[in-house]
């Protein structure tokens, strides 16, 4: 998927008029806001287990080139195969070269947001695989064309009508809409023909336990379960920060995963997987690959600043208690993840020169930070960002900037240390700007003014100085 960070304001001034849009994104707040506060008010250690949660991945990620050294032998150990991927390409090529290399024709996809960032879907597609998603958000969102909208809902952002639509556009029976039910019954009928043919699975990993080289798979359809059983091949991707060490740590993270995305106490299936199936498993994949991606998380792995990012668990909170996220959506992000940890995650990982709305994106409420169920202290991080594009620290371009800026400010200063020099600054100035103005206030000036009118006036600059006026208005009355 191609970044386009750069189209924030106006994608996110389009969601902000689409009405349908704004009352689908109500939804975030009544649903997955409220389930999150009931179920984290329903445990009486909640606040203990956030902490422990987050002294989890503070360690993991500060030892995580030996947790994943411990994960990457125990699959193998167990009948794996590992690659570890530099970026979106080589994962996408490792599992595009093994589907040509085994001959498979039909690829089945459960939600993962790291095959979002490498479009492996669309480009298994192009490259003359069947490949479908089988979680029901992602379905619906691959049908109509589209990035997902939200972490864990992805098709958050359509209402009935549009997804069956897109089902099947004779779904519809008048001014009647079909209800829940009927639209996953429909969907389930689709893709039961899917899963029966498919010789191949990529699926995504919300947890990766070192000690036993175990996957962990939270879902509440089933096709998780699904999608690593019935394929003879079995692919997992991953970011690297996925590690957790141990089983134990597992039951602290699955805890709070699960209360602060869905609100429930427990999805429906939390699958673990040990490789490949053995001569005395009648079920399970014949092989058995996990792809770890890197793709610029060692970016933020290197930046002490910024690392904490890392600890995320993808479980949305964040985005469900961010009142700019409820109001711009998912798409006006511009690329895999959206609201307060995708404002830090996407301008490290796809450039900040052209991300700079996303940091800004932010009223600094706190309210992500309140709802993180590993306490990733998000503000801190969105406003270590702003000062690196206020200083021009992201790249060379806007080291280039940050050098013209500073050429202007040294030119303005000399200007403004002589009075002849400020005098003739202030005229050339005037006669500049005044063929934008409109009764002595510019509305819409040029570059680098520009900046300042987007969203208010900016007033016409005297062609003389007061000095100059007084001094004239006193030869005037003698």
Not at 393 to 418: H, N, Y
Not at 453 to 466: E, H, N, Q
Request: net charge neutral; with cysteine.
């Amino acid at each position: 998927m191609k970044p386009l960070t750069i189209n924030f304001r106006s994608k996110a001034a389009q969601t902000i008029g689409d009405e349908q849009v704004q009352n689908s994104l109500e939804h975030v707040y009544t649903g997955f806001y409220q389930g999150r506060i009931n179920a984290a008010s329903d445990t009486p250690n909640w606040e203990e287990l956030r902490t422990k949660g987050k002294a989890i991945k503070d360690h993991t990620i500060a030892h995580l080139d030996h947790y994943l050294d411990m994960f990457s032998e125990k699959v193998e150990q167990s009948g794996g195969t590992v690659f570890f991927a530099d970026n979106a390409e080589e994962a996408r090529q490792y599992i595009t070269e093994l589907a040509k290399d085994r001959d498979i024709e039909t690829v089945i996809k459960s939600k993962s947001m790291v095959s979002e960032e490498m479009s492996l879907a669309e480009n298994m597609n192009d490259s003359g695989f069947e490949t479908i998603e089988t979680d029901l958000g992602e379905y619906i969102i691959q049908l109509a064309g589209e990035t997902p909208y939200h972490l864990i809902a992805p098709a958050v952002h359509k209402s009935r009508k549009d997804v069956a639509e897109l089902l099947d556009e004779d779904f519809t029976d008048g001014d009647r809409v079909p209800d829940a039910t009927e639209l996953t019954m429909l969907a389930r009928e689709q893709l039961r023909d899917v899963f029966a043919r498919a010789d191949m699975s990529v699926t995504g990993v919300n947890f990766a336990v070192a000690e036993s080289g175990s996957i962990v798979l939270v879902t509440n359809e089933g096709n998780g379960r699904m999608s690593t059983s019935v394929p003879r091949i079995h692919v997992a991707v991953m970011g690297m920060e996925k590690i957790v060490p141990s089983i134990q740590d597992l039951s602290t993270m699955l805890r709070i995963l699960i209360r602060s995305a869905t609100g429930q106490r427990i999805s429906t299936y939390v699958t673990m997987v040990n490789g490949p199936k053995t001569p005395d498993e009648e079920e399970g994949p014949e092989e058995f690959h996990v792809v770890i991606m890197n793709n610029g998380r060692l970016k933020l792995l290197k930046d002490p600043l910024l690392r904490e990012s890392l600890n995320c668990i993808r479980c949305g909170a964040c985005l469900n208690a961010c009142p700019v996220y409820r109001k711009v959506g998912g798409h006006a992000y511009g690329w895999v993840y959206p609201g307060p940890i995708g404002a830090i995650v996407t301008p490290v990982i796809t450039g900040l020169k052209d991300a700079t709305n996303l940091p800004a994106a932010s009223s600094l409420c706190g309210a992500c930070h309140e709802a993180c169920p590993v306490k990733i202290n998000i503000p801190r991080m969105l406003l270590e960002l702003r000062h690196k594009t206020a200083e021009g620290l992201s790249d060379p371009d806007e080291r280039t900037s940050k050098f013209v800026e500073r050429a202007i400010w040294k030119t303005w200063r000399i200007g403004m240390m002589g009075r002849g020099r400020f005098d003739w600054g202030a005229r050339l100035a005037y006669l500049f700007m005044r063929p934008f103005s409109i009764n002595g206030w510019i509305k819409k000036a040029p570059p680098p003014i520009s900046g300042w009118t987007v969203s208010r006036d900016f007033p016409l600059i005297a062609g003389k100085s007061l000095k100059y006026r007084l001094k004239h208005r006193h030869k005037k009355e003698i």
